[in-house]
Nanobody
Framework: QVQLVESGGGLVQPGGSLRLSCTAS????????IGWFRQAPEKEREGVAC????????ALADSVRGRFTISRDNAKNTVYLQMNDLKPEDTAVYYC?????????????????????WGQGTQVTVSS
């Protein structure tokens, strides 16, 4: 069964850090592009970061560039989103997504491959 599971969310003060994990089961993430997305209350889901498969292209939203990084650990079948200097506006539910035909385009972001696989999301709350 193909599954993505996000973890690592929580409550953090402004300026703090969190590392989110997206772990796959039922398939290998190694050759897949991965996207991280977030959705705040009453807002549309937005792309945050993506990581390509072959050339490991990286794309980051302007709002997180310089604060967030994305990486993968093939041995653990996991992709990470390291979030530093968190701000209240980063508060959202964070999701990861992938698909065999998904791609990550540098400076442009994640492009869906079709009926993409999504995790259930992990809540990030930045508040003092």
């Amino acid at each position: 069964q193909v599954q993505l599971v996000e973890s690592g969310g929580g409550l953090v003060q402004p300026g703090g850090s969190l590392r989110l994990s997206c772990t796959a089961s039922g398939f290998s993430l190694n050759n897949y592009a991965i996207g991280w997305f977030r959705q705040a209350p009453e807002k549309e889901r937005e792309g945050v970061a993506c990581l390509g498969n072959v050339k490991q292209a990286v794309a980051l939203a302007d709002s997180v560039r310089g604060r967030f990084t994305i990486s993968r650990d093939n041995a653990k079948n996991t992709v990470y989103l390291q979030m530093n200097d968190l701000k209240p506006e980063d508060t959202a539910v964070y999701y990861c997504a992938t698909h065999p035909r998904a791609i990550c385009i540098r400076n442009h972001g994640y492009r869906r491959g079709g009926n993409d696989y999504w995790g259930q999301g992990t809540q990030v709350t930045v508040s003092s």
